[in-house]
């Protein structure tokens, strides 16, 4: 028997709060999701920010955390046994290696509850590993960012994921140089471990994670995230995704809540910025390499994404040595590319 998430719906609730226990056999295989393949591409652009990680030790009383930060939230049981009692308002039981991930609040959740509700509680005698932290997917789209309910799995002593938030906390209290991108590091190391027990796992938190729910709009959004330059348009995509394009602007809107040339946009934007601070390659070729055919049309969109220049945001990472003359695209179409 499969180990079962211990979630409490809050219209459950009664003076003894019962147990909405999920339990699926062996025999049950996991739904169609995103390929071992697909899923290496998504991995490649994650990206992992803002970690915090503290121990949390309760005996018998009540801690209260931020719940409306707009960050995702983790809790890993070290030892002892409680409750999470998360700002959705749902009641979960934690025990030894327990592992919780709390996603972000939306906003029309903040709206309908009062601001004294938005918080998280921690109860009973146990020993936690709290913190939270942002992850995105080409630092776009919010990994988590799909997900209305926590995802809990259980994990156990020898598994490599406790040993990794261990050693993130670890990081974090040493304030060594280069803490900061280790721990990152270690938490992507964690969320790729968790992106695999999905592949496996027959739970119900799989069904509720829109980048794993729908396994044709994975595959068209991995095609995205792997070449963001590429002459994509919804038609390219859709065939992609082999999938109508009708169907599949609405099932990407429905999983991502962005259309998917939006998307495509950002995807880009953040390609050239990364090639801006850390290369000294001309400005030209960066936006040819984000798919503009024009340098007007590469300038317009970036200053709409960054508020500045691409010239002046490099000119703020780079030293000067590092700066390239600004080159303009060899090209006779003086047209911005139809494709973003």
């Known amino acids: 028997m499969a180990q ?4 409490t719906q809050p219209d459950q609730m009664s003076t003894e709060i019962g147990e909405l226990s999920f339990s699926v056999s062996k025999a049950d295989s996991p739904i169609l999701r995103i390929s071992p393949a697909d899923l290496d591409t998504l991995v490649g652009t994650l990206e992992v920010r803002q970690v915090t990680l503290e121990e949390c030790t309760l005996k018998g009383e009540r801690r209260f955390e931020p719940g409306n930060d707009g960050m995702t939230h983790l809790y890993y049981g070290m030892c002892g046994s409680g409750s999470i009692t998360t700002s959705h308002g749902l009641s979960i039981a934690i025990a030894q290696h327990t592992l919780v991930v709390v996603p972000p609040v939306s906003r029309e959740h903040l709206q309908c509850r009062p601001a004294r509700e938005d918080r998280a509680m921690l109860a009973g005698s146990v020993r936690v590993l709290c913190g939270h932290f942002h992850a995105a997917f080409g630092d776009v789209v919010d990994m988590f960012g799909g997900l209305s309910t926590p995802i809990v799995e259980r994990f156990s002593e020898g598994d490599d994921l406790p040993a990794k938030l261990s050693h993130a ?4 209290k040493g304030k060594e140089p280069g803490s900061v991108a280790m721990t990152s590091l270690l938490m992507k190391q ?3 471990l968790l992106l695999r027990r999905s592949l496996i796992s027959p739970n119900p938190w799989v069904e509720r994670f829109a980048i794993l729910r729908d396994h044709r709009i994975s595959k ?4 995205m995230t792997a070449r963001p330059g590429a002459e994509h348009t919804v038609d390219s995509l859709a065939r992609t995704a082999c999938l109508s394009r009708s169907t599949f602007m609405a099932r990407f809107f429905e999983l991502v809540g ?7 946009r950002d995807l880009r934007m953040r390609q050239a910025a990364q090639q801006l601070r850390v290369t000294g390659v001309p400005i030209g070729q960066i936006g040819q ?6 340098n007007s049309g590469f300038i317009r969109a970036f200053r709409k994404a960054y508020g500045m220049d691409p010239r002046e945001y490099r000119g703020q990472a ?3 040595s590092c700066i390239v003359p600004h080159a303009a695209f060899h090209t006779n179409d003086q047209s911005e590319s139809r494709t973003c």
């Open 4 to 7: 079962s998430n211990d979630i």
């Open 169 to 172: 906390l670890v990081e974090l």
């Open 190 to 192: 964690t969320l790729v």
């Open 220 to 223: 068209a959004f991995a095609e």
């Open 258 to 264: 962005r259309t998917p040339m939006s998307v495509l």
């Open 289 to 294: 390499a984000a798919g503009y055919a024009n």
């Open 318 to 320: 780079l030293p000067p």
